[in-house]
Structure formats: C-alpha cells, structure tokens
Nanobody
C-alpha cells in the first residue's frame, strides 16, 4: 500500500493550495482518508477526514470554513483544498488511510508528507 501526498509549497497568507493524496495497492473506495499535519516542534495533529464514500467529513475546528476535503474514488485520490491560509497552517501535511476518525490510531496507512509553508 502506498499513499503519495503532493501539492505542498510556499504561499503567502490568504492564499490557497490544493494537496493531493494518490493511493495504490489498496481498494481505495473501501478506506477512509484523513489528513494530519505536524508543525515544527509540535506533535502531529488531525486536520480533516472523509469517509470511504465521501458522504461524511470531519474537520479540526481551526480549519473549518477554510479547508475542504474531498475524494475521487475513480482516480484513487483524495484532496485537501486549503483556502485563506494562515502562517499557523505551516506544517508537513500527511495523508493517511483507514477508518475515518481524528486519532492517528484510526489509520493503517500513511503517506510521506508534503511541506506547506505560509508566509506572513
């Protein structure tokens, strides 16, 4: 199983980025997908999650109204659209596959992370 996160980069505050998480080696339509992030010197934290069918989503409070998680089960890819980015969103973003939830233990498969840097 491989999850490949991409789309990170440097953006100014107020800008937008779209992260992608491409899955292989797994029946993608059967797994939930979560996004987590780890800022420098901090623990990895939950950002957003989406159920296998895409019907259910969940967001961490600080990203509600700014981030949108989605998925395309034909393309075996999940997305995290990030709008109105803030410097505090700077982190390495990881996608994970498993049961939908806010805990890292809910997920069996992890991608390698993509760095998002938001300048003020």
């Amino acid at each position: 199983v491989q999850l490949q996160a991409s789309g990170g980069g440097l953006v100014q505050a107020g800008g937008s980025l779209r992260l992608s998480c491409a899955a292989s080696g797994v029946t993608f339509e059967y797994i939930g997908v979560g996004w987590f992030r780890q800022a420098p010197g901090k623990e990895r934290e939950f950002v957003a999650a989406i159920s296998s069918t895409g019907v259910r989503t969940n967001y961490e409070d600080s990203v509600k109204g700014r981030f949108i998680i989605s998925r395309d089960n034909v393309q075996n890819t999940a997305y995290l659209e990030m709008n109105n980015l803030k410097p505090e969103d700077t982190a390495v973003y990881y996608c994970a596959g498993g049961s939908i939830g806010t805990l890292q233990e809910n997920y069996r498969f992890w991608g390698q992370g993509t760095l998002v840097t938001v300048s003020s």
